[in-house]
């Protein structure tokens, strides 16, 4: 959810239950207000009656018609019973309106209970005793009260008038400040992910805003990829340095080996030569990776071949078999897990090729027996999984997680040359291609190395 939409929600939300809960508590306590100020109406009219009835010692019916007189148009809807100390009745008003708790209420009523109160629908009905000139008391008054209930009705009107008001007023404010307040981060937000981060040139991020915060974090978002574009940028440049450096002095050393190799010598002195050659010339690979890479993290597409996979493993174990003759790699397929389709993958051939070789190299450096197995399967993701195994001193647990880490190597690698870049190049150059490399150890002196290519 968008910030000026959650500032719009949550604002308007809040004010709107608040003002709703605010106006409800107002019609609660009026409505409450009222049926008190009109119990003690009632109330009043019961004494009024009982002070008339004792000065009025006529017959009863003229008694109720006198009263009746006397109170006309107090209430428009309304029945008033009275009742001496016995609780036997000395008045009822000439109304038709019929009291169905009355019998209950008398019964309750007593010296002790003085007052009882309740509701018949939307009639307010009252029971008291009461006392006057020694003499007890009893009476029940049920009444409707118009006036009262036509103020609530006309309050309930006007209440939900302000709150459909305030509301309204509500929204378009919390509209207004979302707007106002989310405004910079919106363009904040636009403005990184128009970010180019492949130019050459650093463009700083700019926005217009009063926020303290924004432009602190605009500041500092500044920084940040100023410094990381040096580092970037002398990061390529060291590589190509390096890089550039080194391959002239490398192809001449490489030319003279070569020439060396053809001159009449000693057997030692040939073999020796060939594995100079073999080393300089996986010095160069390195170099030319390297290359290969940097061109890549600095913004160039790479190209990619859609290739059968299991080609290029035979093509560099045929390489490898012509320096190392006594070295055996048995290819295996799953035939119930792959197919033809499975092997074909989109990638680089060069940068593959060469990770291919790390990992083939290494089998031959680190394997014990002279032969390693490569296998061809699915994963359960239904990923193309090859796993390279060979037998030999496993790496150790805590060794595991620097085993792709830059110039780290292994106890099992003492006494045996390189640079400490091979697995590193090879996860990297896997990456590059939408593959994955992990390592494993499954049994005692068995290595595994899995690499998964996805095949959507």
Same mark, same amino acid.
């Given at each position: 959810m968008k910030i000026r939409d959650k500032i719009l929600i949550y604002f308007s939300t809040t004010v709107i239950a608040l003002t709703a809960i605010s106006l409800t508590i107002i019609y609660i306590l009026f409505s409450e207000y009222r049926e008190e100020e009109f119990q003690q109406k009632q109330n009043e009219k019961i004494h009024t009656t009982i002070k008339l009835i004792e000065k009025i010692k006529q017959e009863s019916a003229k008694i109720s018609y006198l009263i009746d007189q006397q109170n006309i148009n107090d209430f428009y809807d309304e029945k008033l019973l009275i009742f001496d100390s016995d609780k036997n009745q000395i008045f009822a008003s000439l109304d038709s309106l019929e009291i169905v708790e009355a019998e209950n209420i008398l019964k309750k009523l007593s010296p002790t209970n003085r007052w009882i109160e309740t509701k018949e629908g939307d009639y307010d009905l009252i029971g008291i005793y009461?006392?006057?000139n020694n003499q007890g008391?009893? @009476?029940?008054? !049920? @009444?409707?009260? @118009?006036?009262?209930?036509? !103020?609530?009705?006309?309050?309930?009107?006007? &209440?939900?008038?302000?709150? &459909?008001?305030? /509301?309204?007023? *509500?929204i378009l404010i919390s509209r207004f400040l979302s707007n106002k307040i989310s405004k910079p981060i919106t363009a904040l937000a636009d403005n990184l992910s128009k970010y180019d981060l492949s130019k050459n040139k650093v463009e700083k991020l700019t926005i217009e805003t009063s926020s303290f915060e924004l432009n602190q974090l605009t500041e500092r978002f500044n920084e940040l990829i100023k410094r990381t574009k040096e580092a970037f940028i002398f990061q390529k440049h060291i590589i190509h340095h390096i890089s550039h450096q080194l391959k002239t002095p490398i192809s001449v050393l490489l030319s003279e080996l070569e020439r060396i190799k053809n001159l009449p010598a000693s057997n030692q002195i040939t073999s020796e030569i060939e594995n100079l050659i073999v080393k300089t010339k996986s010095l160069g690979n390195i170099i030319n990776i390297l290359l290969e890479i940097s061109k890549i993290e600095s913004g160039q597409k790479i190209e990619?071949? /859609?290739l059968r996979i299991d080609e290029l493993f035979f093509d560099v174990i045929e390489e490898l078999n012509a320096i190392y003759p006594d070295f055996h790699f048995e290819v295996n397929y799953t035939s119930n897990e792959i197919n033809e389709s499975k092997l074909i993958v989109s990638l680089n051939p060069v940068l593959t090729r060469q990770a291919i070789q790390n990992l083939l190299a290494n089998c031959i450096s680190y394997s014990n027996n002279s032969k390693a197995e490569i296998r061809f399967g699915s994963s359960k993701d239904n990923n193309l999984k090859i796993q390279i195994i060979n037998t030999g001193n496993p790496i150790s647990p805590e060794e595991k997680k620097f085993l792709f880490n830059?110039?780290?190597? %292994?106890?099992?690698?003492? %006494?045996? *040359?390189?640079? %400490? &870049? %091979?697995?590193? &190049?090879?996860? !990297?150059?896997?990456e590059i291609n939408s593959a994955s490399i992990t390592y494993s150890n499954p049994f005692p002196n068995i290595n595994v190395f899995e690499i998964n290519f996805p095949l959507s």
């Open positions: 009461t006392e006057r008391y009893y @009476a029940i008054s !049920k @009444a409707y009260d @118009a006036f009262g209930f036509n !103020k609530m009705f006309f309050l309930r009107n006007v &209440l939900i008038g302000i709150f &459909l008001f305030i /509301s309204i007023v *509500v990619k071949k /859609s830059h110039f780290f190597r %292994g106890k099992n690698s003492e %006494g045996k *040359v390189g640079f %400490g &870049l %091979g697995l590193v &190049l090879t996860k !990297k150059i896997l």
